[in-house]
């Protein structure tokens, strides 16, 4: 499964870019959706995260208000909208995607996902 990140990019604080995933030949639509960041030194931490079906959605506190996460279903992507951004955002955002469906339940842990995209890189001057 191929996972493939675009949407970022240096900005200046306050701006805004939208990340988009998308997968090569896997029901992106079937499975929840987790947009992770990394910076070096530090443990890869959840964003925001979708269902699949349900669309219920997850948010870390340093991120609610200013992002958000949506899918397109017919397109098989999903997105991470993010506003407002700090020089604290900057880091690698990764998207990732389940092997199996999971019935009313939402992960938010990156051990709980398969699968991988290879990040792309958000630089948020001030």
């Known amino acids: 499964v191929q996972l493939i990140e675009s949407g970022g990019g240096l900005v200046q604080a306050g701006g805004s870019l939208r990340l988009s995933c998308a997968a090569s030949g896997y029901p992106l639509d079937m499975y929840a959706v987790g947009w992770f960041r990394q910076i070096p030194g530090k443990d890869r931490g959840a964003v925001a995260c979708i269902g699949s079906y349900t669309s219920a959605t997850y948010y870390a506190d340093s991120v609610k208000g200013r992002f958000t996460i949506s899918r397109d279903n017919d397109k098989k992507m999903v997105y991470l909208q993010m506003n407002n951004l700090k020089p604290e955002d900057t880091a690698t955002y990764y998207c990732?995607?389940?092997?199996?469906?999971?019935?009313?339940?939402?992960?938010?842990?990156?051990?709980?996902?398969?699968?991988w995209g290879q990040g792309t890189q958000v630089t948020v001057s001030s």
């Open positions: 990732a995607t389940q092997a199996n469906y999971k019935a009313n339940y939402l992960a938010t842990r990156p051990d709980e996902y398969d699968y």
